[in-house]
């Protein structure tokens, strides 16, 4: 199989997790290269429901590869619990199946009191951050103050860092109280000792693996518009979630990837503050009382609209999907109609692309194409063929509208209720 990234096209919780897991069967290695434990992927796997916050989804599969790339951010604590988790279900985690980046930076308690602390203080202007101390721990990286992986594994080096990070403990933690220096060592070096067998150089054993002929699966974290570049800054995450993110966050270089898959949801769903153009209350409610989008990581009900182009369009540019994989689309079974949000109206101007800016796009008003809904349940469907032509009809609209073919369309939770469209696959090489 060629090596493929999968992103999310929306603003996360699009169902990569599921699309991961069904293509991992085919290729060798599945690979995260950005975010942290603020990602949260539901998979399920003979009955059994698996929710991972930093584990890529791989693991589940006992004969491939996993690898925690350099541009993740790690809350090794929080890992060790995910890892323990997986154990006692009889899942294998082994230096064998499981490499970490010596590179990838630790969320430490004081990441996670900085996060909470700086969201309290922005008072209305929250960006609904999942707390899991995801931007501080950026801002170290950045600001070159941040502890590595590695450097969990030797106690002097791990006290001597910590001390020196805590000494510039200041100015954006005022008023947060002082960490406890000896819990942290005590916790973090245990956790080091436990997670050294794992801890590897990432890029040279993922481009030895290319070069002997293995592929590799990036597992995408969040989605296109929290992308700290190119999403609806400031409301994002803080990392590059499109696919560039994933050679960085890898060292794998561009040319070594065969193709993009955008996982999209039939629908719009967004957890956390920011403007979401087609965001309809009744529409969320359909689907929260169908038990539907829950948030995996924090279990906040997401905020849901019908499927916005303008936004696919604009990820597609950015990302260059092959094919969209398509999630969810049972949740529209039983509609009267459909929508498509094809473009955006602000100050009297039709846009076919968002605006630049979040406070523009919030007073952006959705343009629709109404189309025909079907009332079958779908979530039976083994081929595109068995899908009701409403349904049909309206991938190809998206399709038409993107200039993206479907290569995977997903139907229910499990991982049987997965239509794959191979000649698609095969072509997006
Ligand atoms: P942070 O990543 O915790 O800093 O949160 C920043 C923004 O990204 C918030 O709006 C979060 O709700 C959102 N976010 C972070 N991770 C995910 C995810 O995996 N799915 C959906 N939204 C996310």
């Known amino acids: 199989m060629p090596s493929i990234i999968i992103v999310g096209t929306q603003w996360g919780d699009e169902g990569k997790g599921k699309v991961v897991d069904f293509l991992t069967e085919s290729t060798d290695i599945v690979v995260r290269a950005q975010g942290g434990s603020n990602a949260g992927h539901t998979v399920y796997s003979d009955g059994q429901k698996y929710v991972l916050h930093l584990m890529p989804s791989g693991i589940l599969w006992p004969d491939k590869r996993c690898v925690i790339g350099n541009g993740v951010v790690i809350d090794p604590i929080g890992f060790l619990g995910e890892v323990d988790g997986l154990l006692d279900k ?22 996670r009191a900085m996060d909470l602390a700086l969201e309290a203080r922005r008072g209305d202007a929250q960006l609904g951050t999942t707390g899991r101390g995801i931007g501080p721990a950026y801002s170290d990286k950045i600001d070159r103050c941040g502890l590595r992986m590695n450097d969990l594994a030797n106690t002097e080096r791990l006290a001597t860092k910590v001390r020196t990070r805590l000494a510039m403990f200041n100015g954006a933690s005022e008023g947060i109280e002082a960490p406890d220096l000896d819990a942290i060592l005590k916790d973090y070096s245990a956790a080091g000792e436990r997670l050294a067998p794992f801890l590897t150089n990432t890029v040279t054993y993922l481009n030895g693996a290319m070069r002997a002929g293995k592929s590799l699966l990036f597992e995408g974290a969040q989605g296109a518009y929290l992308d700290i570049d190119h999403g609806t800054y400031p409301f994002v995450t803080s990392s590059n979630t499109t696919a560039g993110g994933a050679c960085t966050g890898s060292g794998v270089a561009p040319n070594q990837i065969d193709q993009v898959i955008g996982v999209c949801k039939a629908y ?21 009382a169908m038990g539907r989008e829950f948030g995996a990581t924090t279990g906040r009900k997401r905020r849901c609209g019908w499927i916005d182009v303008v936004m696919l369009r604009f990820a597609k540019m950015v990302n260059g999907f092959n094919s969209f994989a398509m999630t969810n689309l049972d949740g529209l079974d039983g509609l009267d109609e459909v929508r498509l949000c094809t473009a955006y109206e602000l100050d009297g101007e039709r846009m076919e692309t968002p605006p630049l800016d979040a406070e523009d796009l919030e007073r952006c008003k959705p343009i629709y194409e109404t189309m025909e809904g079907w009332p079958d349940d779908i979530s039976g469907a083994q081929s595109l063929d068995d899908l009701p032509t409403k349904a049909r009809r309206y991938l190809d609209r998206i399709t038409e509208l993107v200039e993206t073919p479907f ?14 469209a191979p000649d698609v696959l095969a072509a997006g090489k």
């Open 90 to 111: 009889g899942i294998q985690v082994t230096p064998d199946n499981l490499r970490i980046s010596h590179a990838a930076h630790v969320v430490f308690p004081y990441h």
């Open 407 to 420: 290569s995977i369309v997903s139907v229910g939770p499990d991982r049987k209720q997965t239509i794959v």
């Open 268 to 288: 719009t769903t967004r957890v956390g503050a920011g403007p979401c153009v087609t965001e309809e209350g009744d529409f969320s409610d359909r689907l929260h």
